[in-house]
């Protein structure tokens, strides 16, 4: 039965004209997506982030127009695409929803720990996603131009490339089981290959993103927390040194290609 | 508090074209919550589009309309400055209503 059914495929598939392209153009998500990219609702997320900004809160009443995002306070065109960084001011290398994060507990006073020990979409770390958005939103288009030179940012690499290819979890998984080949998908989305430079820059440039399914709009944080839910493995603290790490290694490796901020997915 | 639109409106050879991004929850009503409640109904029920003064569209939205709904339509005439101006109401009275000139 299954014989005949594939035979058959294979019939038809000669008599329709390019059936390679108009297999792939069905399962591709791609179209529809820049179809969606006109009126991408991410761009509400960027409203709501650019009033928070300006907006002062917490208990110390303060704006975040003091915040570095690396290219000096409140210089927001642009620093998105050079993130995760080394910050002297910390000693620490911080993607952004980490850096943002310090600036809202040491300007505002709205303690880290709150957002941290919260749930993704609710409280502080909803208005994260939303400032998130903003400033990715700024780099919209730019190159991701990340910095490896300082030992700190090396070190965050080469823990984010170990942890690509480790393995672990119920189902023995690691990100490079999904990830390490062209031409791979889930049921109709297209997996980029993160081990070549343009599918590192496709994975790191493209999220955050809202999606469509659901209508929510997720951070790279919580993209990677949801990596580590399917691999049936330990779901990562929210902003912990993995994350970032994995952040790193996408960044780094996707270095000179455009980022798509904020994208739109399924 | 509804939160802002997103309206952009260009005009170009005579024809506008106007691009509105809505911020809605859209809920039809027939979802349930974690705890097996449904979900009351909240969706935008009727839009208006005003250039200047005059109505150039009138929409009647079901809760079939996605979330943050995001509508585009052209209409003749326009020219660089005018106002075009876009309100919704929704099933519970709520409304919005944001303005934008033409660029």
């Known amino acids: 039965m299954r014989q005949k059914i594939i035979a058959a495929a294979i019939a038809a598939a000669a008599v329709v004209a390019a059936p390679q392209a108009l297999a792939s153009e069905e399962l591709n998500f791609d179209a529809y997506r820049q179809m969606l990219a006109d009126g991408n609702p991410a761009e509400l997320f960027e409203m709501e982030g650019e009033e928070l900004w300006t907006t002062a809160r917490g208990p110390k009443n303060a704006t975040l127009e003091k915040c570095d995002l690396g290219l000096g306070a409140n210089v927001v065109v642009g620093a998105a695409a050079q993130m995760p960084r080394y910050f002297a001011d910390t000693d620490k290398v911080q993607d952004l929803e980490s850096r943002l994060m310090h600036c809202m507990d040491a300007l505002q006073g709205i303690p880290s720990a709150e957002i941290i020990n919260g749930s993704f979409l609710k409280g502080e770390r909803a208005k994260v996603a939303a400032l998130v958005a903003y400033v990715v939103g700024q780099s919209k288009g730019k190159p991701i131009q990340v910095d490896l030179a300082h030992p700190k940012m090396k070190e965050m690499y080469a823990m984010g490339e170990k942890t690509f290819y480790y393995r672990t979890g119920a189902m023995d998984f690691a990100c490079s089981s999904c990830h390490s080949q062209d031409g791979k998908r889930i049921r109709a989305t297209s997996l980029p290959n993160i081990t070549t430079s343009k599918g590192a820059a496709e994975g790191w440039g493209s999220w955050p993103a809202y999606r469509v399914s659901n209508s929510q709009f997720w951070t790279m944080q919580h993209r990677l927390w949801d990596c580590f839910r399917q691999q049936r493995t330990a779901e990562p603290v929210f902003g912990s040194d993995v994350t970032i790490a994995l952040s790193t290694f996408m960044a780094g490796k996707g270095n000179g290609h455009e980022a798509v901020w904020p994208g739109v997915k399924r | ?103």
């Open chain 2, 1 to 103: 508090m509804a939160n802002p639109m997103r309206i952009r409106a260009a005009a170009k050879e005579g024809v506008t074209e106007v691009r509105v991004l809505m911020s809605h929850v859209m809920e039809t009503g027939q979802r349930k919550d974690s705890s097996g409640a449904a979900i009351p109904a909240h969706f935008i029920t009727e839009l208006v589009a005003k250039h200047n003064d005059k109505v150039v569209l009138n929409a009647q939205f079901g809760p079939s309309v996605s979330t943050n709904p995001y509508l585009a339509f052209k209409f003749n005439g326009g020219a660089k400055g005018d106002k075009v101006t876009v309100s919704w109401t929704d099933n519970k009275g709520e409304s919005r209503t944001d303005e934008v000139q033409v660029a």
